[in-house]
């Protein structure tokens, strides 16, 4: 079974600050992680990939095996950052089981 | 292309009705999946199909059917509909397992 945790509902933040979207899974085997991005009114979509290794809009995430880990980071948040982030696990052959979901308020 | 497109993009149903939600991809993807996305609850695989004439259940397939007789159809069908069912349907499509999933705009459902 595969199965994703994003601990927080809500982060808000002001504009300039670092910005963390933490994400942990439970797979057994070796996992494909993703984060996937929603603007509003807009569909959901691929913000990156932990095997393509890019900063995609400043963002960054490293692959954790020990603690399971995938957290999202930027180091210096803009407005046009808010949005809703769902971090994705696949493993294997399986399709992907996603997160609950964080909702990322940047304030000016 | 259009990439995936979903039909219709409202809908209100009574409790009881049926209907079916439309869902197509121009990519020749094998790979399909509906979600239905609710408060809290994030993306909630509803059911997948891994090519045409194979489909398999996800995590909530309660209540809903669905069938692929072709690459690029994947229609999601509502058997009788009740307010649980009040969501956000998003269906997807992808080349690979594991890859990046292509999302359609979404169905937004009522169900009164």
């Known amino acids: 079974a595969q199965r994703v945790t994003q601990p927080e509902k809500l982060l808000s933040v002001f504009k300039g600050a670092p910005v963390e979207l933490k994400c942990n899974y439970s797979y057994s085997g070796s996992p494909e992680l993703f984060w996937y991005v929603q603007y509003s009114r807009q569909r959901l979509q691929l913000l990156l990939r932990h095997i393509s290794r890019e900063s995609i809009k400043g963002f960054t995430a490293d692959l954790n095996k020990g603690e399971t880990s995938f957290h999202l980071k930027k180091p210096f948040a803009q407005e046009e950052d808010s949005a809703m982030y769902y971090c994705?696990?696949?493993?294997?052959?399986?399709?992907?089981?996603f997160g609950r979901g964080t909702s990322l308020i940047v304030h000016p | 292309n259009a990439g995936v497109t979903q039909t219709p993009k409202f809908q209100v149903l009574k409790t009881g009705q049926s209907m079916t939600l439309q869902c197509a991809q121009d990519?020749?993807?094998?790979?399909m999946s509906w979600y239905r996305q609710d408060p809290g609850m994030g993306l909630r695989l509803i059911h997948y199909s891994v090519g045409a004439g194979i489909t398999d259940q996800g995590e909530v397939p309660n209540g809903y059917n669905v069938s692929r007789s072709t690459t690029e159809d994947f229609p999601l069908r509502l058997l009788s509909a009740a307010p649980s069912q009040t969501s956000v349907y998003f269906c997807?499509?992808?080349?690979?397992?594991?890859?990046?999933?292509?999302f359609g705009p979404g169905t937004r459902l009522t169900v009164t």
């Open positions: 997807a499509s992808s080349n690979t397992l594991p890859g990046e999933q292509y």
């Open positions: 994705a696990l696949s493993g294997g052959s399986y399709i992907p089981t």
């Open positions: 990519m020749n993807h094998e790979y």
